[in-house]
């Protein structure tokens, strides 16, 4: 690979490389309260229609969690393998995998409850930027009104 095509690589792995690293280290995220908090604060605004593009993504992650939810749950059970050591080693593994603190159940029940709270964050963002752009197109309209 010459030196021109390994600069025209790296950029994409430099961007995603710290997105990756944090998620393996199991960084905080950022939580529905959180984000509430910064949308009542104003530090987190939206325009209307981002805001209910946004909505609207979230809102269908959570009906397909839900619709889905009772076949998803089986993963808290052991599944029908044999009864030799190897087969109960993994069905045992693949109920730790899916329940344990950081299993794929754990990860989704928290989803279940942070989305809808990001939701009424958004919702508030929305609220907080449309003020605050009626705001400035006053004081515009004032400011003209004057000259």
Known sequence: MSEDETREIQPAAVAAGPVLRAAERGA?????????????????TVDETTG?????????????????????????????????????????????????????????RQAKEELPQYIQAIREAKRRYADTESGARGELESFHDRF
């Open 52 to 108: 209910n593009r946004m909505i609207s993504a979230l809102e269908d992650i959570l009906e397909a969690l839900n619709n889905r939810w009772a076949t998803l749950s089986k993963l808290e059970t052991s599944p029908p393998l044999s009864a030799t050591s190897t087969a109960k080693w993994v069905a045992q593994h693949t109920v730790n995998t899916a329940a344990d603190e950081r299993g794929l159940l754990t990860q989704l």
């Open 28 to 44: 905080p995220m950022l939580s529905g309260r959180e984000l509430k908090r910064m949308a009542t604060d104003g530090g987190f």
